[in-house]
């Protein structure tokens, strides 16, 4: 599902956006500073401060999301299931980390806070370009 | 009524809106431009038809819509409605798109992103305007206030 064409617009160098629903059916979009690569079917998403995104999900497990290839500006939306929700290990970590110094760049740090790293199911993924 | 600081996000910055199917699959579109009438709360969202299939497959007349719009200091907002028309793009409305990706060229290429690159987002024709009857504002901005309705 996910291959090396993928990985560049799964580093975070340009966000990305997210569709998600609620259980009597609105929608709620937003964007997010990065979809992680966790592997071929798997990706995740921080929990941060979305919380409408992580309402919706508890309710709704489906989103849908774009990523941007930042050195080709190619886009590829993805159909995710949501699975499960890491509060540590390796991958909550790395989130974390790359998240406060993202922050820190920016000068929010702090406002970014890491509430958990939220794992998908990738459903399907779509070359997007015309 | 849409305040003057919504417009001014509404009008220069990225939009993407969302729409859900009958069975709760959410789906989303790039916007190439937002008009507004501050005064009625009537949006135009301006999109391209082929890059965005899955969505426009699914929106209907009623559909609920999400847009989000945000500009690069990080202010944002979330409007939700009702869609109350699928039609062609006006010719002030192409003209807004124009414009708007003119501003976005000059931006990304500030951002050191070149032009051919930022043309394969914002270089479509804008064929479908989304026009939805605004409901309900939410501050986006990430921080203390975000997700607060307006």
Known sequence: MITDEHLPALQGMFPSWITTVSNDGEPNTTVISQIWHVNETEVALSFQFFNKTKKNISQNPFAFATITNPASFDMYT??????????????????????????????????????????????????NNL | MISDQVYNVLTTGVGHIGCASSSLRPFHADALGVCCDQVSGRIVCCLNKETNKPFVQTLEIGSRVSLFVGVISHEAYNLKGDVTELRDVYDDERQACDDLRKQMYSLYGELGIPENLAEKYWLKPANLAVVFSVDKVFVQTPGPDAGKQI
């Open chain 1, 78 to 127: 993805l159909e995710l299931e949501y699975s499960r929700t890491e509060n540590e290990g390796d991958l909550f970590d790395e989130m974390d980390m790359k998240l406060e110094a993202i922050a820190s760049m920016s000068g929010m740090s702090g406002i970014f806070e890491l509430k958990g790293a939220d794992i998908y199911t990738v459903l399907s993924i779509s070359k």
